[in-house]
C-alpha cells in the first residue's frame, strides 16, 4: 500500500510564499503524474498544478507565474512552491500520484489560507 504524506501548508498574509510538500510511502511504485489539487470552501476540487513524467508541467491559469510544481529525482515526492499568495487560493491542497487512469493515491490535504 501506498500513503501520501503532505506537509508545508498554513496562514500566511497576502504577497507571502508557502511551500508544500507531497512524500510517498510504502510500496513505492512508478508514479506518472504527479499533481496538486485544491479545494476552496463551497467549491469543486481543481487543478493546481501538474508534472508529467518529461517533466513538463502545467498549471491552471489563476496560479502561472506564481506557483512551480517540482518533484525529486526519485520520483517520490512533489513540492507546490507558492509565490505572491492571493486570499483567492486559500483551500485545502491535496496531492495526487497516479499510476495510470483508475489507479492514483491522494494525501490527506493540508490547509492554506492566505490573509488579506
Known amino acids: 500500500q501506498v500513503q501520501l504524506a503532505e506537509s508545508g501548508g498554513g496562514t500566511v498574509q497576502a504577497g507571502g510564499s508557502l511551500r508544500l510538500s507531497c512524500s510517498a510511502s510504502?510500496?513505492?511504485?512508478?508514479?506518472?503524474?504527479m499533481a496538486w489539487y485544491r479545494q476552496a470552501p463551497g467549491k469543486q476540487r481543481e487543478l493546481v498544478a501538474i508534472?508529467?513524467?518529461?517533466?513538463?508541467?502545467n498549471y491552471t491559469d489563476s496560479v502561472k507565474g506564481r506557483f512551480t510544481v517540482s518533484r525529486d529525482k526519485a520520483y517520490n515526492t512533489a513540492y507546490l512552491q507558492m509565490n505572491s499568495l492571493k486570499s483567492e487560493d486559500t483551500g485545502v491542497y491535496f496531492c495526487?500520484?497516479?499510476?495510470?487512469?483508475?489507479?492514483?493515491?491522494w494525501g490527506q490535504g493540508t490547509q492554506v489560507t492566505v490573509s488579506s
Open positions: 495526487n500520484f497516479r499510476i495510470r487512469p483508475g489507479w492514483e493515491y
Open positions: 510504502g510500496r513505492i511504485l512508478s508514479f506518472n503524474t
Open positions: 508534472i508529467m513524467p518529461d517533466r513538463t508541467k
